[in-house]
C-alpha cells in the first residue's frame, strides 16, 4: 500500500488532551520514575515507533544516571486500526543483563506488544523490567500484564498525537486527538 502520511489534515480530529494536559502527565510519570528508582542506573528502552515524543521529552525530566536504547516493534500496519502479528527487531538494542530496564510505548491497547517484549526481555536477564506508556485505553486489554506508570486512562478511541499515528500521520502534534470512527479504514492495509 502507499504510505499515507500526506493524509494529515484530511481526517477530524477531536482533541482528548491538551499539550499542557500531556505535559503536566509527563511530568508526573518522571516523578514516580525519579522516585521508584531513587537514584539507581536505568536503562530506558523505547518502543518505535510510537514512543519518540514521549521518551524524548520524560528523559530530560529524569535527573538520574540514564541510558536510551530503542526497540522495533509493530502490530499495527500501514492503514490498519486493528492489531495484527506484532513484530520485533531488537538488533539496535544494548546489553541488559543485570540492568534495570523501563520499556517506555505511547500506548497500551490490547496490551499485547508490552507482554510480547516482557517475555522476549525477561530471557534476557535484566535485573528489573517495568514499563511505562503516555495511554491506556479502557476495556481493551488481553493480557495479564499490567503497565507499571501510565499518563492517561483513556475511552476506547482511535487517537492521535504526541507520537501516535495514523497510516503514518499525526506523530508530530503536541497534544493527542480522537479520529472520527466513521473516517477510518479498517483493516485496510498490508
Ligand atoms: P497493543 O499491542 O494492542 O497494546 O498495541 C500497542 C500499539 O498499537 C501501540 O504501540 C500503538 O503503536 C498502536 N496503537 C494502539 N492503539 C492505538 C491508537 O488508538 N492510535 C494509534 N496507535 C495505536
Ligand atoms: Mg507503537
Known amino acids: ?13 477531536k482533541q482528548l488532551l491538551s499539550e499542557a494536559q500531556v505535559q503536566a502527565g509527563v511530568r508526573r510519570l518522571a516523578a514516580e520514575i525519579s522516585a521508584h528508582y531513587d537514584g ?10 510510537g514512543s519518540v515524543v514521549l521518551l524524548a521529552d520524560l528523559i530530560r525530566l529524569l535527573d538520574m544516571p ?4 530503542v526497540v522495533q516493534a509493530r502490530s499495527y500496519r500501514g492503514a490498519a486500526t486493528t ?11 544494548p546489553e541488559i543483563r543485570d540492568c534495570e530496564v523501563l520499556l517506555i510505548d505511547d500506548i497500551f491497547d490490547t496490551g499485547q506488544t508490552l ?15 517495568r514499563s511505562v506508556v503516555l495511554l ?15 499518563g492517561f486512562e483513556i ?17 508530530n502534534l503536541p497534544y493527542v486527538a480522537a479520529l472520527e470512527a ?4 479498517e483493516g485496510a492495509g498490508a
Request: without cysteine; charged residues 25%; proline residues 6%.
Open 66 to 69: 540514564l541510558r536510551v536504547g
Open 83 to 93: 492489531p495484527g502479528a506484532l513484530t520485533i527487531n531488537a538488533e539496535s538494542l
Open 1 to 13: 500500500m502507499v504510505r499515507a502520511f500526506h493524509d494529515f489534515g484530511r481526517f477530524t480530529l
Open 40 to 49: 539507581r542506573p536505568l536503562t530506558i528502552i523505547g518502543v518505535l515507533t
Open 182 to 185: 466513521g473516517e477510518l479504514v
Open 115 to 129: 507482554d510480547e517484549l516482557f517475555a522476549q526481555f525477561g530471557r534476557l536477564s535484566p535485573r528489573s523490567l
Open 155 to 171: 475511552p476506547d478511541e482511535f487517537v492521535v498525537g504526541y507520537g501516535l499515528d495514523y497510516r503514518d500521520a499525526y506523530r
Open 136 to 150: 491506556r485505553k479502557l476495556g481493551r486489554s488481553r493480557v495479564g500484564l499490567e503497565p507499571d506508570h501510565v
